[in-house]
């Protein structure tokens, strides 16, 4: 099998009527249609072997996450995805992986009706990198920029289960015997599309939680020149952290353990109701984690009593990161 | 120097103002403006060290040969570029390439006011991929499937150049003593985006030369359900080609080469003349170099003889290809 009988096999069997890919795959580029009144959404996310994942997880599940990690980025804009190009770098071919990756990938791009239109494929150390666009209707897109003093800081789901999973694999807990719901956190993140999209003229600023809820608050506040002032005793601790023993213990995954694919965002206080609401329908927990402030520092509070020093060296992940 | 120093400092310098950029680096994803009336085209590249560089070249040249790719597969629509995001897959922070690299990809990027929107900086095996994005009117953009029976074939600039120095590096001449001339074509083609655009409601298929004449002929013919002979004594070889004996040596250069990224392209023979004249303004050698006859296979004619023969083994580039 070569290169072009690669793409046939294996990437050409989506099938979903797409009406906004005029032409897909085979050509020199993909062509869209982007509809009138809409903006364009691109991001893009790669994920290298040994350091993104483990190179013996299963394929299908780094299908299904390169492109979750993506669509994340595409619900932190409140936009709707719509077509992906996939950059696959592989050592070799091996028919029974790309069966498997390539299940796991159209499995979380149908969920979406996303259509694959494009990519490369190149030989080289294993290198997973795809591009989504997407639309959102002119000026309704959900930056980083918006949060204003006064605004309730909100986060979707729950925090740390993947942080603590991948701590538990790392002390040679085998990934068959991790407890299937922090598992599912680690290798099957779930995109919170529809309520980037429900969030729509609702919340000032949004991002989402994959560098560690510290971190990416830090990328909010920087980007709307604004603090936040944390309740940490409100986070919405992952079920698989109750097996430790105290808040201190679990504290630091949820704080800084980063993949959880959340969205963290602000809204004023007139929205509270309307977004409380928001979550029976959409079957996602939404809790109240903090405040915006002035001035550009993160503060922790436990029970309204600051703890930040405790939590200072609990910065998330950073690639080249020093330490 | 972290992952958020890298991009402040390399990758956020370029300032042109292009009014399709809503919202550039900085945020989970970029907003882009599509004009009304226009398709987006989109495609992506990736280049791998030891594959498709040599680890010791320099990051000016694989910047700029990076963007340059990219955009010779917008030209092969006959879109205008707009936007690119950038996966950077690097062992470690070296700052010196990444200053030179920079350079090199905003020296092409900014030749065709596109504007890097975003990206992602990974740590791994050194292995870059660029994104691009582009704007072509509905129903203009120049497909490979249009070629009809009775077409001319035609082909820009100069074939088998890059394949040439890539050649003579490899039987150990120095890259600073190879002929100025082909070690450009080598390391800094040029994408011929103006062509493509000039091209529109002319040409009836298009598509780059990158894995090399045959090989992408093949394509074009594939798509468009038709052959081509083509008449090799036509071929506008590189003029670094001279130095070699006969055609026979010359030749394979120029049909199996690959990295030319010159637009192989039909057009019915009532646009020979308006094709002909668009060489002067824009600089490009324009050549006809063929046919487009009914069937699925390629031949090739020396002076009116088939030396199909003599040719079948050049294929072109093909990566996991069994030989």
Redesign the interface.
Known sequence: ????G?IQQYFKRQNIPNSKV??GV?????????S?GQ??????????????FHPDVSPSSLGYKLAMVNL???A??G?TPV?A?L?L?LP??DEAWLESFSNGLFEALDKCNVQL?????????M?L?L????E?VHDK?L???GATVGDDVWVSGSLGGAAYALDLLAKSTSIDTLQSGSRLRLERPEARVELGLALQGLASA???VSDGLLADAGHLCA?SKVAVDFELSALPLHPSLSELNSPDMALPYALAGGDDYELLFTAGSAQCGKIAELSGPLGIELTKIGSVLNGGVIRCLYNGADVSADHQHLRGF?????H
């Open positions: 099998m070569d290169e072009f690669l005029i032409l085979g050509d020199d580029a993909a062509i869209l249609k982007v009138e903006s364009l959404v691109a991001c893009v996310d790669t994920m290298v072997s040994g350091v993104h994340s980025d595409i932190a804009m936009a077509w190009t950059c770098t070799g071919i239109v494009g990519g490369d494929t190149t030989k080289g150390p290198t990198s591009q989504l666009g997407g959102v897109a930056a980083r920029h949004c991002i989402d980007s950073n690639h080249f990161s020093p």
